[in-house]
């Protein structure tokens, strides 16, 4: 190593720590669930997973992604379109296709590679892309690679901002023209304004994109997301999504759309031609979550029911936490390292939750980011809002 180099990255990290925002993971040994052991901790409550349905440790998930690494074992060692492609492959595709009403699906090893891979391939020179300005990471940097693209960006859930947007991509004589927006905000809570975006989309002839990798799972009746949430299935031109969260937690995304869109995909996309596929044994474990899913829609009731009653127990006891219809309930705290330090010290009291801060929320709007999962027991919700309202008096957040 360049010792030179290595002096620089040690003074930038001892910075992190001065500052007290420096990132320490934390080192589970049991499976995902409500309560998990950790070596830093021991047995805690988890309110920071994305397991919003609780399906990470479900027996019948479980055992699928088994059968599934027993029966085509750990994968083809290359990309798809040379060495082939597992018929689980196909037939997880087809699924996702007909849970969210589109035509098609393409399975990728995470929605971040879905999103990289969406935007470069279908918008060329003379296309435009008009993206939320809080839009996740993935679909930020997925927009950056379609660099002949004219990209911009709208003030966040500003319908008059987007439509003043796509008047002048249309003025400028742009072909295709975009929009993006996450269904539900991860950072917020909140949900986009669909129905708007739909029409606005309608009206100026541009192509909607919902990446609803927070939503599924979790929004409509039966879990199919935002779209379903509005009553928009079908209405939605392009979907990207997430494998990894409510459905099962271990990885993979996707695009769904058109059939003519996901041809393109195969033939031009280049996470889909240079990475591997998504492991056979996630596949199976995923097409187990959406069956569990349609056969137990009680659990997404169930995860509401939970969300509202963490939510009034976040307001009865002082905090006051972003409005939201989602499984996020954020509490906003202020300062990076205040956030980082109040969650460590939730930890001590048992509480499994992270402080995000700057870069991943801008500068004084760092907070704690509770989320809910279907599974969480009331003693156990109630177990976390006495941590909580004993660390917020703590640190004076509460009288």
């Not at 029409?199 to 994109?209: D, M, Q």
């Not at 889909?272 to 097409?287: D, G």
């Not at 972003?322 to 202020?334: E, F, M, N, R, T």
């Amino acid at each position: 190593m360049n010792t030179a180099f290595e002096a620089r990255l040690r003074s930038e990290l001892d910075e992190l720590h001065k500052a007290g925002t420096y990132k320490h993971l934390r080192h589970l040994t049991t499976p995902m669930a409500p309560e998990v052991h950790m070596e830093e901790a021991g047995d805690v409550i988890v309110l920071s997973s994305n397991n919003y349905l609780g399906l990470s440790d479900q027996a019948e998930v479980i055992e699928a992604g088994i059968e599934g690494l027993k029966k085509y074992g750990a994968g083809t060692a290359s990309v798809r379109f040379i060495c082939g492609t597992f018929d689980i492959h196909r037939t997880l595709e087809e699924r996702i296709a007909q849970f969210l009403g589109t035509e098609a699906s393409l399975t990728y090893v995470a929605c971040w590679n879905a999103n990289t891979g969406l935007f470069a391939t279908i918008c060329g020179e003379g296309s435009a892309i008009i993206s939320d300005e809080l839009n996740h990471a993935s679909i930020i940097d997925g927009v950056r690679l379609a660099s002949k693209a004219k990209r911009s960006v709208y003030k966040h859930a500003d319908m008059a901002d987007l439509e003043a947007r796509l008047q002048q991509a249309l003025a400028d004589n742009l072909s295709p023209i975009l929009v993006v927006t996450d269904g539900v905000f991860s950072m917020e809570g909140s949900i986009a304004k669909l129905p708007e975006i739909v029409a606005l989309c309608k009206k100026y002839g541009a192509v909607s994109v919902v990446d609803d990798s927070h939503g599924t799972g979790v929004m409509g009746k039966t879990g199919r997301g935002t779209i379903e949430h509005f009553g928009l299935t079908g209405q939605v031109d392009i979907i990207t999504g997430t494998l990894g969260k409510a459905l099962g937690g271990a990885a993979g995304g996707f695009v769904a759309g058109s059939s003519a869109l996901i041809e393109m995909l195969i033939q031009r996309s280049r996470p889909q031609l240079f990475s591997n596929a998504l492991p056979a044994t996630v596949a199976a474990s995923s097409l187990a979550a959406l069956d569990y899913l349609d056969a137990h829609p009680e659990i997404v009731e169930r995860l509401r029911e939970n969300v509202a009653y963490f939510r009034a127990g976040l307001q009865r006891i002082g905090f006051k936490p972003l409005d939201g219809p989602s499984a996020i309930v954020p509490i906003i705290v202020g300062d990076t390292a205040f956030a980082i330090a109040m969650s460590d010290k939730l930890l001590k009291r048992g509480i499994f939750v992270t402080g995000f801060g700057f870069p991943v929320v801008p500068e004084g709007t760092a907070r704690i980011r509770t989320q809910l999962s279907a599974k969480l027991t009331k003693d156990e919700m109630d177990r976390a809002l006495t941590a909580f309202e004993s660390v917020g008096k703590e640190v004076g957040l509460l009288k």
